[in-house]
């Protein structure tokens, strides 16, 4: 039986996730629809309209051809599946870094068409007078630090982050981004050692994705963990089922019976009016 994300029905809000650190595991999955955000809020605690999206569902190579429209559109869409469940929304590239305004401008845009509580933001010692300003303004962000996806041309790929002399920038990172006020971050392909430091270290709950089970949540892209890509599989991912196998099977077998002029049978059709 699936746990609720709360035992009251309001809906969860900053506060509550971050409540939760030392109290038990916060359980976050990306949604990006209507009919994925209802399935999401029976069992979650958030619904991260993540900018994975635009490799999900619109093809892209990679985050950096999503646009702030495009996340407007998917959270809206979220927002209307939503009961219990917060939806916390990506800032896709080039919509906060150039400046703390900058930032605001979009993110507030964000809240105010979509109905969203939070927005979550990419980048730790260098973004934390953006976090504090958000936050300062009135909108809650949700850190995330380690493997960031929108920087992984200067990372030099989506490799893991924090080994070595490295580990030392990641705990600078999530303290910095604490101390701004972020109410929670997420730690992305981290060393399952150092995400449990961090963690430690920390007040505010870390939610891991690929970073061990010692952080206070995990988050997953949901079409992976459903299996709904068969040609990539990362590491950290736990297929729960196997949907797009399933799904191709179905296919075939719909557009088989379509040439064998096997469906629609009689029971699918509309008799003639009946003459009188």
């Known amino acids: 039986m699936s746990a609720t994300p709360t035992t009251g029905l309001r809906p969860v809000l900053p506060p509550d996730i971050a409540a939760l650190k ?16 209802r399935l999401v809020d029976a069992s979650c605690d958030v619904a991260l309209v993540g900018d994975s999206l635009g490799m999900v569902l619109h093809g892209l190579p990679s ?3 999503v646009t702030l429209e495009m996340m407007i559109l998917h959270g809206k869409s979220v927002m209307r599946g939503l009961g ?4 916390v929304i ?3 590239f080039g919509s906060y870094e150039e400046s703390p305004e900058q930032a605001f ?21 260098h973004m934390a007078p953006t976090i504090a300003f958000l936050v300062a303004r ?7 630090i380690g493997l960031t996806p929108q920087a992984v041309n200067t990372l030099g790929g989506y490799k893991v982050v924090g080994r070595d002399a490295e580990a030392e920038k990641v705990m600078a990172d999530a303290l910095a981004v604490e101390a701004a006020g972020a109410f929670s971050v997420v730690l992305e392909k981290v060393p399952v050692g150092l995400a449990g430091r961090v963690t430690e270290a920390l007040k505010i709950p870390t939610i891991g994705i690929g970073a061990g089970v010692d952080c206070d949540g995990q988050v ?3 079409d992976d963990m459903l299996g709904l890509f068969t040609d990539f599989r990362p590491k950290f991912v736990k297929r729960y089922a196997e949907l797009g196998q399933g799904a191709s099977e179905a296919i075939a077998a719909y557009a088989e019976d379509v040439r064998a002029r096997r469906f629609p049978g009689p029971e699918h059709g509309f008799a003639d009016a009946v003459k009188k």
């Open 84 to 87: 219990r469940a917060m939806a």
């Open 90 to 92: 990506d800032m896709p």
């Open 138 to 144: 009135g909108i809650p962000v949700m850190a995330h």
């Open 105 to 125: 401008r979009n993110a507030a845009r964000i809240v105010a068409e979509t109905g969203a509580p939070a927005v979550k933001i990419e980048g730790g010692v």
């Open 63 to 65: 985050t950096h051809g």
């Open 220 to 222: 997953l892209v949901t």
């Open 22 to 37: 030392g109290q038990r595991p916060i359980v976050v999955l990306t949604a990006y629809t209507t009919p994925m955000a």
